[in-house]
């Protein structure tokens, strides 16, 4: 950096602890400047976060403070480090001075999406698709099945225009000269710097390639995922949301479809003017950043659940989210009450109904501060839930210890 005096400037020494996992104070992030560190993050029973080495140049603490939610990671010097610790309030500060490290931080967000975006579906939805142009001739074919020749068409003619070569091109061509659709209404209307989308419209569909992020101006998008023939819903943005920029950020095809929800009104922003506005309008970028993290961190918390091996610990996992998420107290005799029900916390954990009613069952007959009320999940006391989340975090990091001189054993 060229300028760090606005920053707080720290030294670590070798082996002292930078931050902790579920430490509540997140409200700086930390860019090294010198040494090195490790991050540990505890959804690391497939070994795919575990022992990250960080070098000068590198970042971590992002996700936590951008959304001030407590740590996902756990950060150790293994040489006497000196870091610059960011604010969140002076992230905009940072972005006007140093441009390259919002574009840095944002390829960041951008792959790390992707990557558990991808684990999450092959875990949850049993499903493993890279994303590739050539699946939109399938998604052409999922609309005609349906009775959706508007939406068919949008994806056979862009399977023609990003497969030119593919083997369905005659036939794409064939069924597209079958549906009477004007072209018009395949692409949006234009209103100065916003494009128009009326409703159930296609703004882009998953393997499309794509140049560009969206922000909604008014109305509202759903996004979609196709999983064994079957449309997933996966998230409806409102005005103010920001979707798209995940293939403008790595340069892959989109992994999700978004369709407009009601009339609609986006704000385009193209990988050529990216980088002038985010130094322009730091605003922008900082928003973008907030959002990535946010995601980031729901779905890294669906992760890390989706590895936890104990039925009960899954079922307190996934309740202690959902106050974190709701950024509910932790204190002790404060009591809650969930917007959802079993049947919901089941379908959140992803057990199937039969196994769910039984563990379910189990966890009230044990946890007497737990009760249903109108419908709903009450808890007596939340901290309750976070002692017992604990518990099974020992219990489980106890059992990886002790299963290390069995797996070592094998070497020999």
Sequence with gaps: MSDDTVFEVSNFKNNSYIIIEDQEDSGEFFIIKKGKVIE????????????????????????????????????????DTTTINVKREHFGSLIQKNTPIAMKILRYFGKQLRYYDSLLTQMTLKSSIEENPNYLFNIGEYYSSINMPVNAAYAYLHYIKFCPDGGYVPMAKMKLAKIDTPQDSLVPAKESFYSLYKDGQIVFLEHEPGAELYIIQEGKIKITKLVNNNEILLAVLKKGDIFGEMSLLDNKPRSASAISFGNAKLMVVSKANFEPMVQAHPEIATKIIELLSERTWVIYKQFSNALIKDPIGKLYDALYTHLQKARVPIALNTSYSFDFGAEELIKLVGSTAQEGHINIKKLFDEDKTLSIQDGKIFSKDVSSIEKMVHVYRRNTELEKKRMAPQKNSTLY
């Excluded at 505890?42 to 971590?60: K, N, Q, R, W, Y």
């Design 40 to 79: 540990n993050r505890s959804a690391s029973e497939l070994e795919l976060e575990s022992g990250t080495l960080l070098t000068v140049g590198d970042f971590f603490g992002v996700i936590s403070c951008m959304t001030k939610r407590p740590r996902i990671e756990t950060v150790q010097a293994v040489e």
